[in-house]
């Protein structure tokens, strides 16, 4: 059995944001930025280290191991294996891989998810896919390492256990009409 100590919570915010053709992860939703609407539902969770893959010259983000994407123009699969990297380095067994721009995953999802994981897999599933947040164990971890092109881990996921996403978690901020999607979601939760 993990413990929460052996999970390194990999955080991916190296993203370019050319489709959303700025910064997406400073942009306002719902009177907070995106990625503090991410960092306060990670936030709770007991793990044993949080690292954060960031483009160059990004603000510190507080209680995260920062790594710096050298290449802003890299696909998503270099920033994964630089943080599962930085995990072994650290001694994980598992890594909780999250995306800095899906505002709407709730804690009690995040919590599922860790207690689903058996030490191999475990993903979250939402509009008919398995997707981020997912959860790998030590096994993974070359493979995670090794991957190449803009597609994450997806191919990782086949036959993983899967926890379906509140509807509307699984927005992912990459046009600004992901944005006002993600806020309209927001604004019915809230009534």
Same mark, same amino acid.
């Given at each position: 059995?993990? *413990? &929460?100590? %052996?999970? +390194?919570? !990999? =955080?991916?915010?190296?993203?370019?944001? *050319?489709?959303?053709?700025?910064?997406?992860?400073?942009?306002?939703?719902?009177?907070?930025?995106?990625?503090?609407?991410?960092?306060?539902?990670?936030? /709770?969770?007991?793990? $044993?280290?949080?690292?954060?893959?960031?483009? @160059?010259?990004?603000?510190?983000? &507080?209680?995260?191991?920062?790594? *710096?994407? +050298?290449?802003?123009?890299? /696909?998503?699969?270099?920033?994964?294996?630089? $943080? !599962? +990297?930085?995990?072994?380095?650290?001694?994980?067994?598992?890594? =909780?891989?999250? =995306? &800095?721009?899906?505002? #709407?995953? @709730?804690?009690?999802? #995040?919590?599922?998810?860790?207690?689903?994981?058996?030490?191999?897999? &475990?993903?979250?599933? $939402?509009? $008919?896919?398995?997707?981020?947040?997912?959860?790998?164990?030590?096994?993974?971890?070359?493979?995670?390492?090794? #991957?190449?092109?803009?597609?994450?881990?997806?191919?990782?996921?086949?036959?993983? *256990?899967?926890?379906?996403? @509140? !509807?509307?978690?699984?927005?992912?901020? %990459?046009?600004?009409? %992901?944005?006002? #999607?993600?806020?309209?979601? =927001?604004?019915?939760?809230?009534?």
């Amino acid at each position: 059995m993990i *413990e &929460a100590g %052996d999970i +390194a919570l !990999v =955080l991916l915010a190296a993203g370019r944001a *050319e489709r959303f053709g700025g910064d997406k992860l400073g942009a306002m939703l719902a009177g907070r930025t995106v990625l503090d609407h991410v960092l306060a539902a990670l936030a /709770p969770l007991e793990v $044993g280290h949080r690292f954060a893959v960031v483009r @160059p010259g990004r603000a510190r983000i &507080a209680g995260y191991e920062m790594i *710096e994407a +050298a290449d802003p123009g890299a /696909p998503q699969s270099r920033s994964l294996g630089l $943080g !599962v +990297a930085a995990a072994q380095a650290a001694g994980a067994r598992a890594v =909780l891989v999250a =995306l &800095a721009d899906m505002p #709407l995953v @709730p804690t009690s999802h #995040l919590r599922a998810l860790i207690a689903a994981f058996a030490s191999d897999r &475990a993903a979250s599933s $939402g509009a $008919g896919t398995t997707m981020p947040p997912a959860i790998f164990g030590a096994r993974h971890f070359a493979a995670l390492r090794a #991957l190449t092109g803009d597609r994450g881990a997806g191919t990782l996921l086949a036959g993983a *256990e899967t926890i379906a996403l @509140p !509807v509307g978690a699984e927005i992912d901020i %990459d046009r600004p009409e %992901d944005l006002a #999607l993600a806020e309209r979601y =927001l604004a019915r939760r809230a009534r």
